[in-house]
């Protein structure tokens, strides 16, 4: 586990020379690339100033307790309206990134805000991948805010028998929730 390296992407790569030719250079290379996400918050809020085609990326670590991920945008600064790229990606093991559908094409009208609700799965990571359309030119200040949440009950069997009252506990470490249940 990499522990001395700074939140990001790291990039590099092993290079294979024969011993007897090094003039040669390289019989073939392998790349390695290390992401170090940031720690688990239940919220994050942040902008970024973007641009037709750039693209913006920053690695969530999903807090313990959380099963969903909000993702409120606002273009707060722009001439026009904007199409944004919004693309959560959170893997799991045994299964392809394809299978998610996280991938969003968001119009936006300076001002305005949209909020996404995403699927997350605690303790993993989550690539945050925002963009603005390459055809949409000009400049613009796009604001983000991430939020974690997630309810679960204390116990994962509930019985609720006919004519019974009975107490279920629920837990909710990622952020404060409020539940009022009908």
């Not at 790229?85 to 799991?92: E, V």
């Not at 998610?100 to 991948?129: H, I, K, M, Q």
Request: charged share 25%.
């Amino acid at each position: 586990k990499p522990t001395y390296l700074r939140r990001g992407v790291h990039e590099t790569e092993l290079r294979v020379i024969h011993s007897k030719l090094p003039d040669r250079g390289a019989l073939f290379r392998v790349p390695i690339t290390v992401v170090v996400p940031e720690p688990p918050q239940s919220r994050i809020a942040d902008s970024l100033e973007s641009s037709a085609g750039a693209e913006f990326r920053r690695f969530l670590t999903v807090p313990t307790g959380a099963t969903t991920m909000g993702v409120k945008l606002t273009l707060s600064d722009a001439d026009s309206e904007r199409l944004i790229l919004l693309h959560p990606l959170q893997l799991h093991e045994g299964e392809s990134g394809k299978d998610e559908d996280t991938l969003r094409y968001l119009l936006l009208v300076p001002g305005e805000s949209v909020t996404e609700v995403f699927p997350a799965v605690e303790n993993g990571t989550v690539e945050l991948c925002l963009a603005q359309y390459w055809s949409r030119l000009g400049d613009a200040t796009l604001d983000y805010e991430v939020t974690f949440r997630g309810l679960a009950p204390s116990d994962d069997r509930i019985t609720l028998a006919p004519g019974e009252s009975s107490v279920i506990n629920i837990e909710c470490p990622a952020a404060q929730e409020f539940l009022s249940p009908s």
